[in-house]
């Protein structure tokens, strides 16, 4: 008779979204793994990948989902979040891209 354990999984929620400016939505292919929350642009091959200190002025959005390379990755166009809860690169800080997001209809708080 086969044993079973019991699976123990830890969930802890994060308050993303502070407000109630709309948010809009694209999907597009990720070039790298990218975690939730993470701001990302589309390099020149049309992929998403996580925002880097060269790459801030062509900053596209924030990661809705995680994705695997070459999967589908939902990311936000527009809303407002709180800035301490993104998933910011090594190199990049909330100060560098806050502008930029604000030219796209993303605020942070």
């Given at each position: 008779?086969?044993?079973?354990?019991?699976?123990?999984?830890?969930?802890?929620?994060?308050?993303?979204?502070?407000?109630?400016?709309?948010?809009?939505?694209?999907?597009?292919?990720?070039?790298?793994?990218?975690k939730e929350r993470t701001p990302v642009t589309l390099g020149d091959d049309g992929k998403l990948e996580?925002?880097?200190?060269?790459?801030?002025?062509?900053?596209?959005?924030?990661?809705?989902?995680?994705?695997?390379?070459?999967?589908?990755?939902?990311?936000?166009?527009?809303?407002?979040f709180f800035a301490s809860a993104l998933e910011l690169p090594?190199?990049?800080?909330?100060?560098?891209?806050?502008?930029?997001?604000?030219?796209?209809?993303?605020?942070?708080?």
């Amino acid at each position: 008779m086969a044993q079973y354990e019991i699976e123990k999984r830890e969930h802890t929620p994060v308050n993303f979204l502070a407000g109630d400016f709309p948010t809009a939505t694209d999907v597009a292919t990720a070039k790298a793994a990218i975690k939730e929350r993470t701001p990302v642009t589309l390099g020149d091959d049309g992929k998403l990948e996580a925002v880097t200190s060269a790459t801030i002025e062509k900053l596209t959005g924030i990661a809705a989902t995680n994705a695997e390379a070459d999967e589908q990755c939902v990311y936000f166009l527009t809303g407002e979040f709180f800035a301490s809860a993104l998933e910011l690169p090594s190199g990049v800080t909330v100060d560098a891209i806050k502008e930029t997001l604000r030219n796209k209809s993303i605020f942070l708080r």
